[in-house]
């Protein structure tokens, strides 16, 4: 997407072709900053510390990880090396393990003379594919927009809640809960967006909020807990938020806070879309609730905020007394029940294990 009058992606292959650079989204909104990063342990850091987040951003960066190693040292040991190595900076979003079984099935054949040129363009692949499966994403999802627009008074905007950065910032275009967004828009469909602020780290305040204003999309920034206090007033037309991994029974498991926006829209009647691509379809698992292994994150994240103060320092600040213990799960799930449709690449399926397998044969 653009900023400002060029077009970026979110991560793209430096001109030495071995090093990646990257949008650095620890600054953002305040400051846009691109880092270069050219070994596997600077894309450890850059995924674990979430200089890229979002689950598909997450895969291709891992994926390009592992063509550095590939360039170092393309042995079977350096591949299983890294694979280890990379899947343990993130432990939810499953597009990291995604990413990294297709690189290594892919390089495993190959004799380890043509590895890394071979992962290099496999890696640049996987980054063009989820371009692909994002603007299919868009596609399948504008129709459910151009449906509740019909039903709407002619100039009356579509208000969709979104929660966290499921956008182009958290893939590597378009995104996959604001594809329908900004394919709307481009379609001259008026929609509105409630961005939930998305504590601790502010992904919606910080990301979604500075994604929508810089394309123009009519947005609003609410706290986390007044979805529910909206959609009850009838403001809410429909939620679409991301997943970091959805199970084969159709469960979600995405940002903290998910869940709630799900019951409060179930008791509502307000539709909760949720937007993936299918390489976030974790098809091992059933029961997300049991099976997913949810990131605990840091408690400073809870106490300690970042802002831009009055002389532009760019800063934390404690909001809680030094003492008080914290908790931090980063992830929650939201029952399939509660999910009204996953729009996927290849249309708009059930949550359900068999809403699943209807989309995607041979799957699950
Ligand atoms: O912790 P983050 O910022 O990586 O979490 C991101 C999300 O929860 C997104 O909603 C999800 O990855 C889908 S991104 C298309």
Redesign the pocket.
């Known amino acids: 997407m653009n900023v400002g009058d060029r077009h970026y992606r979110t991560i793209w292959l430096s001109d030495d072709g071995r090093s990646v650079e990257i949008i650095d989204q620890r600054w953002l909104p305040h400051d846009f900053r691109v880092e270069k990063v050219g070994t596997v342990a600077g894309i450890a850091t850059a995924i674990r510390d979430?200089w890229v987040?979002?689950?598909?951003l997450?895969g291709v960066t891992a994926a390009y990880g592992v063509a550095m190693q590939m360039a170092d040292d393309p042995s079977d040991a350096a591949l299983d090396g890294v694979w280890e190595a990379l899947h343990e900076t993130r432990p939810t979003?499953i597009n990291l393990r995604w990413a990294l079984d297709e690189m290594r099935n892919f390089l495993r054949p190959l004799p380890s003379g043509r590895r890394a040129e071979a992962a290099y363009r496999r890696a640049g692949e996987i980054a063009d594919e989820d371009v692909g499966l994002n603007r299919a994403i868009g596609v399948n999802g504008l129709e459910i927009i151009r449906e509740i627009a019909a039903r709407k008074k002619p100039g009356e905007p579509v208000n969709i809640l979104t929660h966290?950065?499921?956008g182009w910032l958290?893939?590597v275009d378009y995104?996959?809960?604001t594809a329908p967004i900004y394919l709307a828009t481009e379609a001259g469909i008026p929609v509105h967006v409630y961005v939930d602020e998305t504590r601790p780290?502010n992904?919606g305040a910080q990301l979604t909020a500075w994604e929508m204003a810089g394309h123009g999309v009519p947005h609003t920034l609410i706290v986390d807990n007044a979805g529910g206090h909206l959609m009850q007033r009838g403001q809410v037309d429909m939620v679409i938020?991301?997943?970091?991994r959805t199970t084969a029974d159709g469960d979600v498991c995405?940002?903290i806070g998910t869940y709630l926006k799900a019951l409060a829209a179930a008791d509502n009647d307000v539709p909760f879309y949720v937007a993936l691509p299918s390489p976030t379809i974790d098809w091992t698992v059933g029961d997300g609730l049991a099976e997913i292994p949810i990131e605990q994150r840091s408690g400073d994240e809870v106490s300690l905020v970042w802002g831009k103060s009055a002389n532009g320092e760019i800063a934390q600040v404690r909001i809680s007394p030094e003492t008080t213990p914290t908790a931090n799960p980063?992830?929650d799930v939201t029952p399939a029940r509660l999910v009204t449709g996953l729009i996927t690449e290849r249309g708009v399926a059930k949550a359900s294990r068999d809403g699943l397998k209807a989309m995607f044969p041979g799957r699950g």
């Open positions: 979430m987040r979002g689950a598909p997450i979003a966290c950065n499921a958290a893939t995104g996959t809960a780290r992904q938020v991301g997943t970091d995405n940002k980063a992830f």
